[in-house]
């Protein structure tokens, strides 16, 4: 949630309400490149495929507002399973280095 805040804050902004092609909501997979969910009709070998759970956790995660953090439950595999795509961004865009990142890295 730190991370998805940093994002917002630096004007990243993923589709994660349907594809990020064609809105439909059934998604199967996440492109980074386009930087949201995208269905089955529209994924490409790049697109990183998920489960079901990971991409139900990136919605949650993104739409809970930092004063909810303490409502946020999310297992420890998916967790594990879809951090990556949040420190993507964090490198790729944002321009800056996160201590903080090895600490949630440590902490899960
Ligand atoms: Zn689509």
């Given at each position: 949630l730190i991370l998805v805040f940093i994002m917002k804050d630096n004007g990243?902004?993923?589709?994660?309400?349907?594809?990020?092609?064609?809105?439909?909501?059934?998604?199967?997979?996440?492109?980074?490149?386009?930087?949201?969910?995208?269905?089955?009709?529209?994924?490409?070998?790049?697109?990183?495929q998920m489960s079901i759970e990971a991409l139900?956790?990136?919605?949650?995660?993104?739409?809970?507002?930092?004063?909810?953090?303490?409502?946020?439950?999310?297992?420890?595999?998916?967790?594990k399973e879809i951090l990556f795509i949040f420190e993507y961004y964090i490198d790729e865009y944002c321009g800056i280095y996160l201590n903080a990142l090895r600490f949630v890295k440590e902490w899960i």
């Open positions: 990243i902004e993923l589709e994660v309400d349907g594809c990020v092609h064609c809105g439909h909501t059934s998604v199967t997979s996440f492109s980074l490149v386009d930087g949201g969910f995208v269905c089955h009709k529209h994924q490409t070998p790049q697109d990183v139900k956790a990136i919605r949650h995660i993104y739409k809970t507002p930092m004063a909810h953090i303490d409502t946020l439950s999310i297992d420890e595999s998916v967790l």
